[in-house]
């Protein structure tokens, strides 16, 4: 459901950084409502530092976060959260000692969108269903993935960032993780900034992407025939 026109992230003259250093130097990047964009790049290039920005964990030395025009900038993840934006980190953020059911109850205010909420990951995910009360911790790192996924879908996000949720995968349940992806964005017109390093994943879901390079936007474009040799070209070693 994409609708044509409409921007749904603006980040405007970003720059953010640990300690000294400026880790993302100054990036402008827009996404339009109910799209995917694959953001790519080497290893420490700042795609996780640019999602914790834009989700309010790190917060901005210079520039401005829009969504739907509302400006967001500074705001706390909690209220990212209340306004309609998702977050899929990279390191496994369950709660390795409790339940499937209850790292996905933990991601509701309360009960009542529960059942609702738990039909809809278990159309992606059937296997969640089966073993509500085994322990996160005791699932294999590619189960624990589809959980990170559905627990940050509990919330029907409009925005989601998406960090390396294909990493350590099976191709099989990557392509899960693009039908769920892709049927959020079909079914309600979810926008996702997906950073991944596994390019033909990336390219199968997204509408368009970008390149980081040492914290600046080195390309981007529209995932066309082209797309691929483009980025091909930035991750060679
Ligand atoms: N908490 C931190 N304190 C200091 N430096 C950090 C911190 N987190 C990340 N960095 C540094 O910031 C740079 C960018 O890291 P980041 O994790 O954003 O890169 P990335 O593009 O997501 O990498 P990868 O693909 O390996 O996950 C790296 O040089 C990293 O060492």
Same mark, same amino acid.
């Given at each position: 459901?994409?609708?044509?026109?409409? !921007?749904?992230?603006?980040?405007?003259?970003?720059?953010?950084? +640990?300690?000294?250093?400026?880790?993302?130097? #100054?990036?402008?990047?827009?996404?339009?409502?109910?799209?995917?964009?694959?953001?790519m790049?080497?290893? #420490?290039?700042?795609?996780? !530092? &640019?999602?914790?920005?834009?989700?309010?964990? =790190?917060?901005?030395?210079?520039?401005?976060?829009?969504?739907?025009?509302?400006?967001?900038?500074?705001?706390?993840?909690a209220?990212?959260?209340?306004?309609?934006l998702? +977050?899929?980190?990279?390191?496994?953020?369950?709660?390795?000692?409790? !339940?499937i &059911?209850?790292? =996905?109850? &933990?991601?509701? /205010?309360?009960?009542?969108?529960?059942?609702? %909420?738990?039909e /809809?990951?278990?159309? +992606?995910?059937?296997f969640?269903? *089966?073993?509500?009360?085994?322990?996160?911790?005791t699932?294999? #790192?590619? *189960?624990?993935?589809?959980?990170?996924?559905?627990?940050? =879908? @509990?919330?029907q996000?409009?925005?989601?960032?998406?960090?390396?949720?294909?990493?350590? $995968?099976?191709?099989? $349940?990557?392509?899960?993780?693009?039908?769920?992806?892709?049927?959020?964005?079909? /079914?309600?017109g979810?926008?996702?900034?997906?950073? *991944?390093?596994?390019? #033909?994943?990336?390219?199968s879901?997204?509408?368009?992407?970008?390149?980081?390079?040492?914290?600046?936007?080195?390309?981007?474009?529209?995932?066309? %025939?082209?797309?691929?040799?483009?980025? @091909?070209e930035?991750?060679?070693?």
């Amino acid at each position: 459901m994409r609708e044509a026109g409409r !921007t749904k992230l603006a980040i405007a003259g970003l720059r953010s950084g +640990y300690g000294a250093t400026d880790v993302i130097a #100054g990036i402008s990047l827009e996404i339009p409502a109910g799209e995917i964009c694959a953001l790519m790049g080497k290893n #420490g290039m700042g795609k996780t !530092t &640019l999602l914790k920005s834009v989700m309010g964990l =790190l917060p901005l030395r210079e520039g401005r976060v829009g969504l739907d025009g509302e400006d967001i900038t500074g705001w706390t993840p909690a209220r990212l959260l209340a306004r309609g934006l998702g +977050y899929a980190p990279q390191e496994l953020p369950l709660f390795q000692d409790l !339940t499937i &059911l209850d790292n =996905l109850r &933990l991601a509701l /205010r309360d009960d009542r969108a529960l059942a609702p %909420a738990l039909e /809809r990951v278990f159309g +992606y995910f059937p296997f969640l269903a *089966e073993r509500l009360n085994q322990k996160a911790g005791t699932l294999s #790192g590619g *189960e624990q993935k589809m959980l990170i996924l559905s627990r940050s =879908l @509990m919330l029907q996000p409009d925005l989601l960032l998406v960090d390396e949720i294909s990493e350590g $995968v099976q191709p099989s $349940v990557v392509q899960r993780i693009a039908r769920a992806l892709l049927g959020e964005c079909e /079914r309600r017109g979810m926008t996702v900034l997906l950073v *991944e390093q596994n390019l #033909g994943f990336a390219l199968s879901v997204a509408h368009r992407w970008a390149v980081l390079k040492l914290g600046h936007i080195q390309e981007s474009g529209e995932n066309d %025939a082209a797309a691929h040799a483009r980025i @091909m070209e930035h991750l060679k070693i």
